[in-house]
């Protein structure tokens, strides 16, 4: 199996910051990941695709960047709306697999 | 537009199957690269894959719980059930299905629906 290893678990952040947040794969996968946004008693939702597509409709602070083993989601100045658990998941082999999540917390 | 919804009990007990459907609409399971899985997350934990179904038929599960998991297409090609058998108390969690294109993750989720496993 694919480990999905993000981090950090958790920040705390104020509006306006950068916020970068880490996935890194246990084997290469390509740019076979995405990136989700998920808030408290919703479905996820996709933001990134191939590792650096903005999903249609997603603001243009949201970026991916990375291939094979290493990505990053970046959210250029964070807005009170990003306040969220994100996750990773790769898609490149079976079983699909998820990061365990970061937490981004108001400072 | 793409949409999906999931139904089935809220609450089960523990040894019996749980039963999913998830009914969609916007895509065909007919046409080439569709696909719908299944995902789930125990209350306070993160995402787990469990299952997912393509348009040829092709069915792929999570080797942690494939002896327990059956994934089908309905003969109406507008619904995807999940089989869990053996249910534990350890299953509970939201259960979410998915719209998947071949390739490229998750696009488009249900709402999710939360099973109780509990005597």
């Known amino acids: 199996d694919i480990q999905m290893t993000q981090s950090p678990s958790s920040l705390s952040a104020s509006v306006g910051d950068r916020v970068t947040i880490t996935c890194r794969a246990s084997q290469g996968i390509r740019n076979d990941l995405g990136w989700y946004q998920q808030k408290p008693g919703k479905a996820p939702k996709r933001l990134i695709h191939a590792a650096s597509s903005l999903q249609s409709g997603v603001p243009s602070r949201f970026s991916g960047s990375g291939s094979g083993t290493e990505f990053t989601l970046t959210i250029s100045s964070l807005q009170p709306e990003d306040f969220a658990t994100y996750y990773c998941?790769?898609?490149?082999?079976?079983?699909?697999?998820f990061g365990q999540g970061t937490k981004v917390e108001i400072k | 537009q793409i949409t999906l919804k999931e139904s089935g009990p809220t609450l089960v007990e523990p040894t019996q199957t749980l039963t999913l459907t998830c009914t969609f609409s916007g895509f065909s399971l007919r046409s080439t690269g569709m696909g719908v899985g299944w995902i789930r997350q125990p209350p306070g934990k993160a995402l787990e894959w469990l299952a997912v179904i393509f348009w040829d038929d092709d069915e792929r599960y999570s080797p942690s719980l494939n002896s327990r998991l059956t994934i089908t297409k309905d003969t109406s090609e507008t619904q995807v059930v999940l089989r869990m058998t053996n249910m534990d108390p350890v299953d509970t969690a939201t259960y979410y299905c998915?719209?998947?294109?071949f390739g490229s993750g998750f696009g488009y989720w249900g709402q999710g629906t939360l099973v109780t496993v509990s005597s």
């Open positions: 998915a719209h998947i294109w």
């Open positions: 998941l790769q898609h490149n082999s079976y079983p699909y697999t």
